[in-house]
């Protein structure tokens, strides 16, 4: 949402290529907010010569924020609803692209004039390489690069239409079996640059997810971002931790629909909301 880790790997979890639809460690929170990103959640590649396209659609309010001292304060509440588009092509056995516009309708209801509009916020692009693999385990590296529309200010008054992220991350992650179920963990770090005077950003996510049965998945994850001291406009600079629950259902050994919602539990200088999403993913 997000939020939305969110990828499949034929072979990541189960054995057998092809056949069973596995979604791997963690792209799976559905880029919510702008805050969060599919494309930098996710430490297996694609097979060579495989689209996963996911759209997803997510639902948030707030009427709370956090202070810089970390306290929630009572606030105006904002609406937020946004659209993800999210396509990854496996380029090489070893090298992932894509990318994810994202497209967003805002509302703050206590504004008698306040505006309502559908715009596109920004657009990622990716590149993700595998480095080294193991028996269950995969370490990857990856860069982002992020571009804001003419209408980000609007949307958010942290940003700016001049504003460029540029992110290098380090992703790892493990995948077995516990009686006889399907788990897997990824863990996630990385730095964000940020230009036009924005303050740059350390992000640290981790995802774990059960297969109870072949065609469901629970997911559980957490999403951290951390403004670098000193760093930026003092305006630009906030942290934000949340918690995210989904549930993940085959419909077709190539298309799965998820289910979910996250809050968002602490943070210094940023919204205290919640949010519901769905998503479809199809591989291609």
């Known amino acids: 949402m997000p939020g939305g880790q969110v990828n499949w ?11 069973a639809v596995i979604p791997h460690a963690a792209a ?18 694609e097979p060579r010569g495989d689209l996963l396209t996911i759209s997803a659609l997510t639902a ?27 396509l990854a092509y ?11 516009p994202t497209f967003v309708r805002v509302r703050t209801t206590s504004t008698r004039n306040s505006p309502s509009r559908t715009t596109m916020d920004n657009i990622e ?29 609007r949307i958010d008054r942290r940003e700016r239409k001049d504003y460029r992220d540029i992110e290098a991350r ?14 897997f963990f990824s863990t996630e770090a990385g730095y964000r640059y940020r230009t036009g005077g924005a303050a740059d950003q350390f992000r640290v996510d981790m995802t774990a997810g059960f297969r109870p049965t072949r065609n469901w998945q629970f997911l559980l994850q957490n999403f951290n971002i951390y403004a670098a ?17 989904s549930v993940l259902k085959d419909i077709s050994t190539s298309s799965a629909v998820q289910l979910g919602g996250f809050s ?10 919640h949010a519901v999403f769905g998503s479809f993913w199809r591989r291609f």
Request: net charge positive; charged share 20%.
């Open 9 to 19: 790997n034929w072979g990541t979890i189960s054995c057998k290529v092809r056949h």
């Open 28 to 45: 799976i929170c559905m880029a919510f907010l702008g805050n969060w990103n599919m494309s930098a959640l996710a430490a297996w590649v």
């Open 90 to 100: 496996g380029y090489s056995d070893t090298l992932t692209i894509g990318l994810q």
């Open 125 to 153: 692009f990716f590149g993700r390489r595998e480095i080294r693999r193991g028996n269950g385990w995969v370490v990857s590296g990856q860069v982002n690069a992020k571009f804001r529309s003419r209408n980000s200010t």
């Open 170 to 183: 380090l992703l790892w992650g493990n995948s077995g079996q516990w009686r006889r179920r399907d788990y």
């Open 229 to 245: 001291p000193q760093s930026g406009d003092p305006g630009t600079r906030f942290n934000l931790h949340k918690i995210q629950l």
């Open 264 to 273: 968002e539990l602490a943070g210094r200088n940023s919204g205290a909301g």
């Open 60 to 86: 948030y309010q707030a009427d709370r924020f956090f202070t810089s001292d970390g306290g929630a304060q009572k606030t105006e509440r904002f609406e937020k609803f946004e659209l993800s588009s999210y």
